[in-house]
């Protein structure tokens, strides 16, 4: 089993910065595709950006620009920088995860959830 642990959100004023954190630990198992996705109070989870393994990466219209995703492969972690924040980017922030299991099978994983809120 994988668990995926994030941290790094909280309360923001617009115009600020915040940097998410997601660690993957368990046994057996190495990281494909990771990415974080968002869900806004009364809205559908959307992606907002993700990164293979090899460090190729693709955002949302929304998020080019303004947030940075990265990954340290020696840690399984992977990390959101989000600068410029608005309002809009208000939502609970979940960490995805592929990865392969005892190099047999592949499984998707999905963070608790962290609420990132920017005020204007």
């Known amino acids: 089993q994988v668990q995926l642990v994030e941290s790094g959100g909280g309360l923001v004023q617009a115009g600020g910065s915040l940097r998410l954190s997601c660690a993957a630990s368990?046994?057996?198992?190495?990281?494909?595709?990771m990415a974080w996705y968002r869900q806004a109070l009364g809205k559908q989870r959307e992606l907002v950006a993700a990164i293979r393994n090899a460090g190729t990466t693709n955002y949302a219209d929304s998020a080019k620009g303004r947030f940075t995703i990265s990954r340290d492969n020696d840690k399984n972690t992977t990390y959101l920088q989000m600068n410029s924040l608005r309002p809009e980017d208000t939502a609970v922030y979940f960490c995805?995860?592929?990865?392969?299991?005892?190099?047999?099978?592949?499984?998707?994983?999905w963070g608790q959830g962290t609420q990132v809120t920017v005020s204007s």
């Open positions: 995805y995860a592929q990865v392969r299991l005892w190099g047999v099978m592949n499984k998707e994983y």
């Open positions: 368990g046994n057996g198992f190495s990281v494909n595709d």
